[in-house]
Structure formats: C-alpha cells, structure tokens
C-alpha cells in the first residue's frame, strides 16, 4: 500500500488490499473510501472485504465507485458530503489513486485556486493539469457571494502555538471573539515523549481532549484548514466552509516527512524501528530499549530545520544510561548518525554532552543522512558526504531510532503566505507576516529562526497576541520576540543539560547558575522537566499565566515591509 496525503486530512492510494486496512488505521485514517468498481481486475480485492477488514479495525467505510473518465456533478456532490461527514483524515483508492484524487481535485475546486489544487495532487504524485480548465470553471462560481461568520482573531492550529496565543488574547481582552481551527480531537504535549520513551511517563501523561484544553470562551472549529484567501481575509477548510477574521494568527506546526525515507513508514513500530516523534510510537521506543541486550543501536538525525534538535540524542543518552545501569551496555554498540555535522547547533553546551558520549562509548557519525531502512532485515542506508564526494553505507541495527525529516505543510507551502522554504514567512521579532500586516504567525510551522519547541511558543504566543491586538485596534504599540528557544538535553535518568538560547546561539538562561548551571548536568534541570514544565504547559501557557514569558514591548510602526 502506498498512501500519498494529499491534504491534512485526506490521502489517495492505489488499490489497497484487507490486511493494508490495519496499516491505515495505524497511520491515524478514521475512514475508508472505495472509488473502484467491484470486477476491474482479476486480482483485485472486493470492495466488500475491504469493508469487512474495515469494520473489524473499527473505521468507516464508503463505497463510491466511478469508472474512468466518467465524472458527474452528482457523484462529485456524493464525494464531497463524505468528506464533510465522515471522519477524517481520509483514505481513498481506486486502481492507481487516480480517481480518488480527482475526485477531491473538483471537490475543492470551488474553494481553492486551481494552481493549489495541483500543487497539492502533483506533490502526491498525481498529474491533473488536465483538469484545470474544469477547476478554472467552477473556481469562486457561487461560493464567494456571501460573507462568511468572521472572528475578531482567527487562529489556525489547536496545537501548543494556538491554545497559548488564545490563553494570552482572551487574557487581556476576554470579550474578544476568538476561534481555533483544528481537525484533531486529541491535544498532545509533544515535550513528554521523551520521557514516555524513557519509562518516565506513561503515554496517557501527554495527552488531553481538546475540547479540555481550550481556554474558556474560544470558539473550537472542528476541521481542517485547506487554503487562504488573504484579500479576503478568509480562510477555507477541507469541508468547504469558509470563516473571516480581522487578524489571522497561523500556527498549524510542522510535517514528519515519514515518507522521504524510503522504507520507513512500513517499518515503523516493528522490526526494532522506533520513533519519539509519535505518540503511539514512545512507549515502542522503551519495549525495545527494555528489550536489547546486544547489537547495535542507532540513533538518526535528519537535516536541519527539525523541531526540538535535542530530541534524537536525548533518546540515544536515555536508553544508554538504561543499558549502563543494567550491565548490558558493554555488548552494545550506539552510533549516533546526523545529517548535519556537530552533536549540537550552540557550541557552549556541546563539552557537557561529550562526556556523555564517552561515558556511553557512542561513536559519532556525522553527515550521516538516513535514506532508506530495510526493515526485515534490519539494514538502514546512510548517505554520507564528505566534502564534495558523496557516497551510500549500510549499517544493520539491532534497534533504531529514527527523527524524521521535517518540512512545512503542504496546505501552507501551497498558500500566499509561504515563504519559498515553505514556513509562514513572518517578521522575527514581531511574528507579522511580511506581506499581509493582519496575519500573524508562531511555532514550528513559522519561518522564525529559532529552536523549534514549546519553550520558544511559551515567548512566542504571548507577543502575538500583543501584537494582534495592536492590529486589532490600529495601535503602533508592538511586542518583541528575542529568538529565545530552550532544550533540555536528558544526558541520564535524574540529570539535564538545560540548553537555553536565542537568535544566534546567544546564551538565555532563565536562572543563575547557582540555581541551574546550564553548561553543565543537572538534578534539578530534571525535576524542571519532569515536574514543573508539564504543569507550566497545561495550567501556565494554556491559562494565559505567562510564567518567565512577559513580552517586551517596543514602539514601531505597523505595517508590512
Ligand atoms: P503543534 O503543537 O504540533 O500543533 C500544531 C497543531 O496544528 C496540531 O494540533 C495540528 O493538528 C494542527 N493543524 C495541522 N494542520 C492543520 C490544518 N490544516 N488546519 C488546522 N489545524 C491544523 N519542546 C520543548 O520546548 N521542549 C522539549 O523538551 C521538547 N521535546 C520534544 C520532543 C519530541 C519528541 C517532539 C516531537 C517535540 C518536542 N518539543 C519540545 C517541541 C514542541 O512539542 C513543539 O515545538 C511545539 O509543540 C510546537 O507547537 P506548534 O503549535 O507550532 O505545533
């Protein structure tokens, strides 16, 4: 099976087969669409068993057959009410994938460009240039005569950015007519997968319901942002429906771009493959470093930019201190492979670190670019550069740790408001995007260059809200935002190096070293991570309690560049 996304919420595949069922539904699809007529092909699988194998793995199942070339308003119309009431993300496959991405193509026709359409359908791997003149035709047809419900601020993403920028709007002005877009049901607090990984935390510690942890008087969107008519001020969603707003605030996060590895996606979760990067993967992470006893493990880092850069060596540090303690270490070889070409971007806190890495005898690999994993067999190909040549190595592995590739969403690196690496291209210190003076963005999915983490969105979502309202009532009153990002390195169960830092590696510690000396390990950086961030996460960012986190505010004129 071969899922290629499309949209947040909807991917097309070629014909899937019933043990793929399970497969999808691992990789989070809810429902299950058939745009393949029953008796195309010999081997072709009956729609009815897809639907069984659906059934017994407790996901939806629709079935919208369409013989080739034979598109009709009235079976697009059939397409688009499953995709408005069937719950997402959703995977739809004929033969090829063709149709099904088709099928969405005339669906959003209406809403979106043709030129984001086909953005999104090639970048899939679907060519559907031939459609255009048809996507041309029912473009804005009757869909833009009405005013859409507007919002004073719109925010996009339920995820750390956007409930902490709402938490810290609706603080200083609590009858503001805020709303939040966001498709997922579940609220993860991504900074505790570490630790999941580690044995520290359960997995159920890092997630909440959404409608839990919205501030009190925020409108909740269930849906998914497919496109922006910033003109307009309007934004359209997966579904169709449109909402206006007087400032847009875009924090949607980042893509794992599990997808670029080849071989990765299939083996994830199996074979001694693992990932931090995932809520249902952590606790895998920990069976395995429970389990190995010999063999070598390795640790991968993809190219930069990736949100919390610490991530993949904090896992190599956790499971070899495991492996330490519990005598076994000494029949374990762990390599760490990086992409990049230094154990950490902020040179101060890499002499701690390398202690730790003769501590746990780690060999350094960098320039290492994880390209392809064999699963079955337990072989993972690196490409390796070496000045100008490069060149492919294979290491077999006992268990692996994989950080995967990152990029922007496809929704925004096909929108206006992009940037040409694909990141919402906003200001740095003022977090305004630099074309549209109304819009804002924070997070990992903005093209601000600081370290990728909650920490930076505690500071972040603080100034945008500042700065919203300062649009929002044509004030020249703004806030700043001074790159400050933090990762806390776990080197051992008990100890952290407390990495604190700004736009250009310019050293923030938030304490005196008395109390916690960054550069070096420490017990009660530990107790902070364990103890303190989770409630500051839950009960301080989300309540608009903006603990070590006051903006500083300045006076400039606003308006775009
Ligand atoms: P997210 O929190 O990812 O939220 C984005 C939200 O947008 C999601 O809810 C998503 O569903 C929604 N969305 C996506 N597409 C759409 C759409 N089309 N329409 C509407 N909504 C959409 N940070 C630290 O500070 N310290 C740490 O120790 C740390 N460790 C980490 C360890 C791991 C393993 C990981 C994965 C992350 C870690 N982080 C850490 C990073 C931190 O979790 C992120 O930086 C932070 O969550 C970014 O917030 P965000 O709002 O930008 O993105």
């Known amino acids: 099976m071969e899922i290629k996304p499309i949209a947040p919420s909807f991917a097309a595949s070629p014909q899937i087969r019933p043990d793929d069922v399970a497969r999808a539904v691992q990789a989070g699809y809810k429902t299950i669409v058939c745009n393949r007529p029953d008796g195309e092909a010999d081997d072709q699988p009956a729609a009815a068993e897809i639907a069984e194998a659906a059934r017994a793995a407790g996901v939806e199942f ?3 057959p369409i013989k080739p070339g034979q598109f009709t308003d009235e079976l697009v119309k059939s397409f688009e009410d499953v995709l408005s009431t069937c719950k997402g993300p959703i995977l739809a496959y004929c033969r090829t994938g063709t149709r099904s991405s088709t099928l969405w193509a005339l669906t959003r026709a209406k809403m979106l460009s043709p030129e984001a359409i086909l953005a999104a359908t090639s970048k899939a791997g679907y060519d559907l240039s031939g459609l255009r003149p048809m996507m041309e035709e029912r473009f804005g047809a009757d869909v833009y005569t009405s005013r859409p419900e507007s919002y004073d601020v719109l925010i996009v993403g339920g995820g750390a950015g956007g409930v902490s920028a709402a938490a810290s709007l609706l603080k200083r002005r609590p009858h503001a007519k ?7 049901e579940e609220h993860y607090y991504q900074p505790g997968w570490t630790l999941v990984g580690a044995g520290v935390f359960e997995r159920g510690q ?17 849906g998914a942002v497919a496109g922006f008519l910033p003109e307009k001020n309007e934004v359209t969603l997966e579904n169709g429906e449109r909402y206006g707003y007087e400032v847009l605030i875009v924090t949607p996060g980042l893509k794992l771009n599990w997808e670029a590895v080849d071989g990765l996606a299939d083996t994830l979760g199996k074979n001694g493959v693992t990932s931090n990067y995932r809520y249902d993967l952590a606790p895998y992470t920990w069976e395995l470093v429970k389990s190995v006893r010999k063999g070598k493990a390795l640790f991968t880092q993809p190219p930069m930019p990736i949100k919390c850069a610490g991530a993949p060596q904090k896992a190599m540090y956790l499971s070899a201190d495991y492996w330490l303690r519990t005598g076994v270490l000494k029949d374990i070889d762990v390599e760490f492979c990086n992409a990049g070409g230094v154990l950490f971007g902020v040179p101060d806190y890499v002499p701690a670190l390398m202690e730790y890495v003769e501590r746990y005898d780690a060999t350094l690999s960098f320039n290492h670019n994880l390209v392809k994993v064999d699963g079955e067999n337990k072989v993972a190909t690196f490409e390796v550069t070496d000045g100008e040549t490069t060149s492919t190595v294979e290491k077999e592995f006992e268990m692996m740790h994989v950080c995967p590739p990152q990029t922007g969403l496809d929704f925004i690196k096909a929108s206006p408001l992009a940037d040409e690496a694909g990141w919402v291209d906003v200001d740095q210190a003022t977090l305004q995007h630099k074309k549209y003076p109304n819009i804002f963005g924070l997070g990992d999915g903005c093209s601000t260059p600081n370290a990728k983490t909650a ?7 603080p100034v945008a809200a500042v700065n919203a309202l300062a649009v929002l009532d044509g004030h020249e009153l703004v806030a700043e935002y001074d790159g400050y990002g933090s990762c806390p390195l776990t080197v051992e169960r008990g ?12 050293l923030m510690p938030s304490f005196p070293d008395w109390i916690i000396d960054g550069m070096r390990p420490s017990r009660r950086a530990w107790f902070l991570k364990e103890r303190m961030l989770p409630p500051m996460y839950w009960q301080g960012m989300f309540r608009g309690r903006e603990y070590l986190a006051q903006p500083r505010m300045t006076f400039k004129k606003i308006g775009a560049e």
């Open 62 to 64: 629709r079935y919208l």
């Open 178 to 184: 805020v709303a939040i877009i966001e498709p997922r």
């Open 206 to 222: 890092t997630v909440r319901r959404m409608g839990e942890v919205l501030p009190d008087g925020v409108k909740w969107i269930r």
């Open 455 to 461: 920490a930076a969105v505690r500071k972040q979502a």
């Open 495 to 506: 100890k952290i190096v407390l990495a604190e830092f700004g736009y250009g590696g310019k």
